[in-house]
């Protein structure tokens, strides 16, 4: 794999670079989840890095929930877990919620009379 370098952004570290190709190929749909990832060893030769550098990609695709390891077996693609609503989205949501409740009681003081 060739890189070229671009001398107006800092470098790039290795497991970035076999990160960002991993997600690339995942956007592009060559793995799909449950599919079997490549070997530790193979990633570690296409990119021409470390075995651990291959490690590191794989447990911060482990952390944001895209990969799972089976022992002795290999890494697995896994379901991304759904995206927690902003902190903007939960607050509209509870103003909508209070809003119904006032509506509630408005209409329940005003039969209740």
Request: glycine content about 4%.
């Amino acid at each position: 794999m060739t890189t070229t370098t671009d001398p107006t952004k800092p470098p790039v570290q290795p497991y970035r670079r076999v990160l960002d190709d991993l997600l690339n190929r995942i956007s592009a749909g060559e793995f799909v989840v449950g599919d079997r990832l490549p070997s530790t060893r193979e990633l570690a030769e296409q990119h021409n890095v470390a075995p651990m550098t291959v490690r590191n990609a794989l447990a911060e695709l482990q952390k944001q929930g895209r990969a799972a390891p089976t022992h002795g077996v290999g890494w697995f693609l896994t379901e991304p877990p759904e995206k927690e609503p902003s902190l903007h989205e939960r607050v509209t949501a509870l103003e909508a919620e209070v809003a119904e409740l006032r509506a509630r009681l408005d209409h329940d003081s005003t039969v209740s009379q």
